[in-house]
């Protein structure tokens, strides 16, 4: 499997998954304090956990950082990063109902086959009120081209074989989809900074900031609330 053979690259900083950092990044920046004591984040596709950090410093001590992977070697490295990391599939998360305060999908969805149930599992995972945050790539033509004929190639792009383009979502679906369950998405576009981008490419070291970007067709982060129902 592509991400057991890649296990020693999650906390490389120009390893196979440099790009997984910088969207963390800007991921970590929508996720707001907790809204309780004892507050709840799943982290679903959480990787070797490099969200953990990033929550960490942004609100130490305000959440538990759950984290849900299919993929044993991550999880197992995710737990290292002080994620309580379990392996399982994200359309059958073994979380009881409304127990989440945040969910994150972070690069989740174009992985995933049946992504209604995906989309049904979060919702019910998450408590009345509780916020969704997720990123994915657009079903387009320059997506496909850009992420994966010549993403792949690029220093810092998702490894090779990494994405099926059948499986990338459209904002408008992915709004549909959790629309039914009472979640209202807003959607704005990610690119690289172009400068920051220059850099890796020549040093191999840094971070590359994600910026936002009116154009949906590529990378777009998504962000929501479960309704509160009288």
């Not at 990787?47 to 960490?56: E, I, M, N, S, V």
């Not at 942004?58 to 490295?77: E, K, N, Q």
């Not at 916020?131 to 997506?143: F, L, N, Q």
């Not at 090779?160 to 904002?171: E, K």
Request: charged fraction near 20%; proline fraction near 7%; aromatic fraction near 6%.
């Amino acid at each position: 499997m592509l991400y057991e053979r890649l296990a020693d690259h999650w906390w490389r900083a120009d390893g196979a998954f440099a790009a997984l950092h910088w969207l963390a990044r800007r991921r970590a920046r929508l996720i707001g304090p907790p809204a309780r004591p004892g507050a709840v984040l799943v982290d679903l596709g959480c990787g070797g956990g490099l969200l953990a950090p990033l929550l960490a410093a942004a609100h130490p001590g305000g959440y538990h950082h759950v984290g849900v992977d299919l993929v044993a070697s991550a999880a197992h490295t995710a737990r290292r990063a002080g994620v309580s990391a379990v392996q399982a599939d994200v359309t059958a998360l073994p979380l009881r109902d409304a127990v989440a305060d945040v969910v994150v999908a972070g690069e989740v969805c174009e992985h995933v086959v049946d992504l209604p149930r995906l989309v049904a599992e979060i919702a019910r995972v998450l408590r009345p009120g509780g916020v969704v945050v997720a990123d994915t790539i657009s079903a387009t033509w320059w997506a496909r081209f850009s992420l994966v004929t010549v993403g792949e190639r690029l220093p810092g792009g998702p490894p090779p074989g990494c994405h099926d383009p059948a499986l990338f979502v459209s904002p408008s679906r992915l709004r549909d989809l959790f629309a039914r369950h009472g979640i209202d998405l807003a959607v704005r576009g990610l690119r690289p900074s172009v400068p920051d981008y220059a850099r890796f490419v020549v040093s191999r070291r840094g971070s590359v900031r994600m910026l936002p970007t009116r154009s949906l067709s590529a990378v777009y982060q998504a962000v929501g609330r479960k309704a509160v129902r009288a």
